[in-house]
């Protein structure tokens, strides 16, 4: 059974930053593609980043492009969201989820249904 495991949220002031980390416990994790998302009070779960650490590929939403940098560790089979320069506007439960990476192009990578491994979410306050 694949286990998807957020941890890194917190509270942080505007401007601030954060590290959120993702550990799966999957055979072959390099079959997978691994992405983030977010869900803030009141609206619908967003993507925010993807990578495809096999094929050198990473993908971000227009939001939080030039401030949030995934990457991945494939030997601790654990993926990084680095953010930086919070915006209250970022305030949300961070989710890390698991794809077959053959799903995941440029155009898909954000579409939650590809994900068929979910975490719980973290928390993620910026204080204004």
């Known amino acids: 059974e694949v286990q998807v495991v957020e941890s890194g949220g917190g509270l942080v002031q505007a401007g601030g930053s954060l590290r959120l980390s993702c550990a799966v416990s999957?055979?072959?994790?390099?079959?997978?593609?691994i992405g983030w998302f977010r869900q803030a009070p009141g609206k619908e779960r967003e993507g925010v980043s993807c990578?495809?650490?096999?094929?050198?590929?990473?993908y971000y939403a227009d939001s939080v492009k030039g401030r949030f940098t995934i990457s991945s560790d494939n030997a601790k089979k654990t993926v990084y969201l680095q953010m930086n320069s919070l915006k209250p506007e970022d305030t949300a439960v961070y989710y890390c989820?698991?794809?077959?990476?053959?799903?995941?192009?440029?155009?898909?990578?954000?579409?939650?249904?590809?994900?068929?491994?979910w975490g719980q979410g973290t928390q993620v306050t910026v204080s204004s």
């Open positions: 989820a698991a794809a077959p990476r053959h799903r995941i192009y440029d155009n898909s990578w954000y579409i939650l249904p590809w994900y068929d491994y």
């Open positions: 999957v055979f072959h994790f390099d079959d997978y593609a």
């Open positions: 990578i495809s650490s096999s094929i050198g590929s990473t």
